[in-house]
């Protein structure tokens, strides 16, 4: 799986939240302030070629549906960042949120108490 931009990623949060859409839709949420119309446009396009939308036509509409899951994305991603950041150490990076005042102590607690206790 490919690393999106910050375009595709931006346009691929959107679809996540509203499943089936159109440009339109997916621009109105996003503000044309932020992505102009045809920046969205291609940018759609270039997520369908990378495999992550298929499209259907309905009259001159294209609809867009997601064909990768936002929690599948964050874990290749992540799993990239930890390989490539932390040489493939989860506790390296744990280390670092700490060390840098990211986590704190009752977070990290809580996070071990996640962990033993096996929920998400």
């Given at each position: 799986?490919?690393?999106?931009?910050?375009?595709?990623?931006?346009?691929?949060?959107?679809?996540?939240q509203l499943g089936e859409s159109h440009i339109r839709a997916?621009?109105?949420?996003?503000?044309?302030?932020?992505?102009?119309?045809?920046?969205?446009?291609?940018?759609?396009?270039?997520?369908?070629?990378?495999?992550?939308?298929?499209?259907?036509?309905?009259?001159?509409?294209?609809?867009?549906?997601?064909?990768?899951?936002?929690?599948?994305?964050?874990?290749?991603?992540?799993?990239?960042?930890?390989?490539?950041?932390?040489?493939n150490s989860y506790q390296q990076m744990v280390n670092f949120?700490?060390?840098?005042?990211?986590?704190?102590?009752?977070?990290?607690?809580?996070?071990?108490?996640?962990?033993?206790?096996?929920?998400?």
């Amino acid at each position: 799986m490919q690393k999106l931009t910050v375009q595709e990623e931006q346009a691929m949060k959107v679809i996540w939240q509203l499943g089936e859409s159109h440009i339109r839709a997916i621009l109105d949420l996003i503000g044309e302030d932020e992505m102009p119309y045809t920046t969205l446009a291609s940018t759609i396009k270039n997520l369908e070629k990378k495999g992550f939308l298929k499209s259907r036509k309905i009259g001159n509409v294209s609809l867009y549906t997601p064909l990768i899951t936002e929690a599948a994305y964050k874990n290749t991603f992540l799993h990239r960042f930890v390989e490539d950041y932390f040489d493939n150490s989860y506790q390296q990076m744990v280390n670092f949120f700490v060390e840098n005042k990211k986590l704190t102590p009752s977070e990290l607690k809580e996070i071990i108490s996640m962990i033993e206790s096996g929920k998400k």
